[in-house]
C-alpha cells in the first residue's frame, strides 16, 4: 500500500538558519506530493504540492522538488522565521488508473519544527 | 468564504458512551473526508462522500463507527460504545471540485479537528 515516511523531528532551529525536512514514499503510479502545515491551535493548511515528476511547488519561501528516481519530497527553506513554528506533514494523493483520483490522502507521522529568536 | 467547521472542538466521553461529531463543510464542495489523527501521528483516512453516496470506508476502523451525508452537505461521523483507543483528533475535509475551481483542483480544505477524550 502507499506510504510517506518523513524525518523525525522535533527540529529545533535559530531564526534565518536553513531547513530541511525530509520525506519519502512507497506508491504505486504517479503520486500528487504534498506538505502540510498545522500553526498552533490552527487546522492543516496546504503548504505546497507537486503532480508530477521534477515539478517544484514552492509557497512562502518553502520548496519541494518531486523526485521520482528517489521517491522523494524533500522540504527546504533558506531561512526560517519564528512564525514558521508548526508541524509539517508531507502526504500523497494515489493516481487511479484513469489518471485522476478522488483524492484520499495518506499522510506522513508529521515534523515539529520549533525556530528561536 | 466561510471555511470548514466542525463541531464540537472538544468531546470528552466515558467509555461506552455513544459520540457523534459534526462536519460543516465549504459549501458547494461535492467530496468529503473524514480522517482520524492520533497523538503525534499523522493523519488516517476513514471515509469518503461524494454528495450524499459514501463512497470509500475502507479506513473506518471497527463497525462501530458510522458516518453520514444525508442531504451531500452537513456530515456526521458517529461512533458507538467509545473505547479509550478511539480518543484522537478527528478531522474533515472537503474538497475543490475539478470543474467549479479549475484553478484549485482536488485541493482539500481542512476543519479545526474535534479532539475525543474517552475516559
Known amino acids: 500500500g502507499n506510504s510517506v515516511t518523513q524525518m523525525e523531528g522535533p527540529v529545533t532551529l535559530s531564526e534565518e538558519a536553513f531547513l530541511t525536512i525530509n520525506c519519502t514514499y512507497t506508491?504505486?503510479?504517479?503520486?500528487?506530493l504534498f506538505w502540510y502545515v498545522q500553526y498552533p491551535g490552527e487546522g492543516l493548511q496546504l503548504l505546497l504540492k507537486?503532480?508530477?515528476?521534477?515539478d517544484k511547488g514552492s509557497n512562502k519561501g518553502f520548496e519541494a522538488t518531486y523526485r521520482k528516481e528517489t521517491t522523494s519530497f524533500h522540504l527546504e527553506k533558506g531561512s526560517v522565521q519564528v512564525s514558521d513554528s508548526a508541524v509539517y506533514f508531507c502526504?500523497?494523493?494515489?493516481?487511479?488508473?484513469?489518471?485522476?483520483?478522488?483524492?484520499?490522502?495518506?499522510f506522513g507521522q508529521g515534523t515539529i519544527l520549533t525556530v528561536h529568536p | 468564504g466561510a471555511g470548514v467547521s466542525q463541531s464540537p472542538r472538544y468531546k470528552v466521553a466515558k467509555r461506552g458512551q455513544d459520540v457523534a461529531l459534526r462536519c460543516d463543510p465549504i459549501?458547494?464542495?461535492?467530496?468529503l473526508f473524514w480522517y482520524q489523527q492520533a497523538l503525534g501521528q499523522g493523519p488516517e483516512f476513514l471515509t469518503y462522500?461524494?454528495?450524499?453516496?459514501?463512497?470509500?470506508k475502507s479506513g473506518l476502523p471497527s463497525d462501530r463507527f458510522f458516518a453520514e451525508r444525508p442531504e451531500g452537505s452537513v456530515s456526521t461521523l458517529k461512533i458507538q460504545r467509545t473505547q479509550q483507543e478511539d480518543s484522537a483528533v478527528y478531522l474533515c475535509?472537503?474538497?475543490?471540485?475539478?470543474?467549479?475551481?479549475?484553478?484549485?483542483?482536488?485541493?482539500?480544505?481542512f476543519g479545526p479537528g474535534t479532539r475525543l477524550t474517552v475516559l
Open positions: 462522500f461524494q454528495n450524499e453516496a459514501q463512497l470509500d
Open positions: 506508491a504505486t503510479g504517479y503520486p500528487s
Open positions: 507537486a503532480t508530477k515528476a521534477d
Open positions: 475535509a472537503s474538497r475543490t471540485n475539478r470543474d467549479t475551481e479549475p484553478r484549485k483542483p482536488n485541493e482539500q480544505f
Open positions: 502526504a500523497l494523493v494515489q493516481a487511479n488508473a484513469g489518471g485522476t483520483s478522488y483524492g484520499k490522502l495518506t
Open positions: 459549501s458547494g464542495h461535492v467530496s
